[in-house]
């Protein structure tokens, strides 16, 4: 199983970030399956974002959940993160990932400066 973020690097406060992520050799709608976000900023942890499960539910950070969308679309096996009003604290290697097997992308950067 392969993942591949893709979207925008660069982005002003107060935009909506909008990632996708994916998938290659492997359903995401394949059952008990869940696909997270993650990010890193720069010189911290990483921090879980939220998940889509297999069966389109989905369950967020409670620290980001009121700004964080994920959806998916199966006919593409695609996964997407919407992060609404971002500000430079927002600014982070982002990730997504199969965490029960393993699987993650290479990761994208998303930098948020005015």
């Known amino acids: 199983v392969q993942l591949q973020e893709s979207g925008p690097g660069l982005l002003r406060p107060s935009q909506t970030l909008s990632l996708t992520c994916t998938v290659s050799?492997?359903?995401?709608?394949?059952?008990?399956?869940?696909w997270s976000w993650i990010r890193q900023p720069p010189g911290k942890g990483l921090e879980w974002i939220g998940y889509?499960?297999?069966?389109?539910?989905?369950y967020y950070s409670p620290s980001l959940t009121s700004r964080t969308s994920i959806s998916r679309d199966t006919s593409k096996n695609q996964i997407t993160l919407q992060l609404a009003s971002v500000t430079p604290e927002d600014t982070a290697v982002y990730y997504c990932?199969?965490?029960?097997?393993?699987?993650w992308g290479r990761g994208t950067q998303v930098t948020v400066s005015s």
């Open positions: 990932a199969q965490l029960a097997y393993g699987y």
């Open positions: 050799g492997g359903s995401i709608a394949a059952n008990y399956d869940y």
């Open positions: 889509i499960a297999y069966n389109g539910s989905t």
